[in-house]
């Protein structure tokens, strides 16, 4: 098995016990060298696993010290949904695709349209990520007069689970926010993965 296929698997394991109450928060887990013989693996997957874990929010702890396991993430409230994001943020893609069905019925163009597309990953003071918001956009972006919100959940896909140090199919709440012009038509579409461990959805009329 590839070296970069174990070390997820392995991360994924550990992420499953900790939820599973082998280790509690603020306990610190068994040594690299130790877990390395557990799973039956070098050294270094298991380095490779522990940043993972590390990166993603699952453990605390420096590189080549004890870690512990992570306190839970504190919960935000999300109460304006069009607000800029307060900490960094980084950009993971910016291919422009052609429109779904859905995407097409959003901004009111034709299925397989090109659009203009951003992915954000919106990290907290922590340097976790909090929240992921993919907008699509035709043409330049503008700017709007006014925003409507439908919230849902979604199960996690494996790049968003990933990116926000969850297990896949993992619910997380959805916000479907299109902005649209002083004339009420669609300028922009944007979907907001918000992990429901993390975020409370408390929005205000406006």
Same mark, same amino acid.
Do not use: N
């Given at each position: 098995?590839?070296?970069?296929?174990?070390?997820?698997?392995?991360?994924?394991?550990?992420?499953?016990?900790?939820? #599973?109450?082998?280790?509690?928060?603020?306990?610190?887990?068994?040594?690299?060298?130790?877990?390395?013989?557990?799973?039956?693996?070098?050294?270094?997957?298991?380095?490779?696993?522990? #940043?993972?874990?590390?990166?993603?929010?699952?453990?605390?702890?420096?590189?080549?010290?004890?870690?512990?396991?992570?306190?839970?993430?504190?919960?935000?409230?999300?109460?304006?949904?069009?607000?800029?994001?307060?900490?960094?943020?980084?950009?993971?893609?910016?291919?422009?695709?052609?429109?779904?069905?859905?995407?097409?019925?959003?901004?009111?163009?034709?299925?397989?349209?090109?659009?203009?597309?951003?992915?954000?990953?919106?990290?907290?003071?922590?340097?976790?990520?909090?929240?992921?918001?993919?907008?699509?956009?035709?043409?330049?972006?503008?700017?709007?007069?006014?925003?409507?919100?439908?919230?849902?959940?979604?199960?996690?896909?494996?790049?968003?689970?990933?990116?926000?140090?969850?297990?896949?199919?993992?619910?997380?709440?959805?916000?479907?926010?299109?902005?649209?012009?002083?004339?009420?038509?669609?300028?922009?579409?944007?979907?907001?993965?918000?992990?429901?461990?993390?975020?409370?959805?408390?929005?205000?009329?406006?």
């Amino acid at each position: 098995m590839p070296v970069q296929a174990a070390h997820r698997r392995i991360a994924a394991d550990i992420r499953r016990r900790i939820q #599973a109450g082998e280790w509690e928060a603020g306990q610190p887990l068994p040594s690299r060298a130790d877990m390395a013989a557990e799973y039956g693996v070098h050294p270094q997957t298991m380095r490779l696993s522990y #940043a993972l874990l590390r990166r993603t929010g699952v453990l605390d702890g420096e590189e080549r010290k004890r870690v512990t396991v992570a306190h839970p993430p504190a919960m935000r409230t999300l109460t304006d949904a069009d607000a800029d994001w307060p900490f960094s943020s980084e950009t993971t893609d910016t291919r422009p695709r052609p429109a779904t069905e859905e995407l097409a019925e959003r901004l009111g163009v034709r299925p397989g349209t090109m659009l203009q597309h951003e992915a954000l990953e919106c990290l907290d003071p922590g340097g976790h990520s909090a929240m992921i918001v993919s907008s699509w956009w035709r043409g330049h972006r503008q700017t709007h007069a006014s925003y409507v919100i439908e919230v849902g959940t979604i199960p996690l896909g494996a790049e968003q689970a990933h990116a926000l140090g969850l297990l896949v199919d993992t619910m997380a709440f959805r916000l479907v926010r299109t902005r649209i012009d002083g004339a009420g038509a669609p300028l922009e579409s944007a979907d907001l993965i918000l992990p429901m461990d993390r975020w409370l959805i408390r929005l205000h009329s406006h």
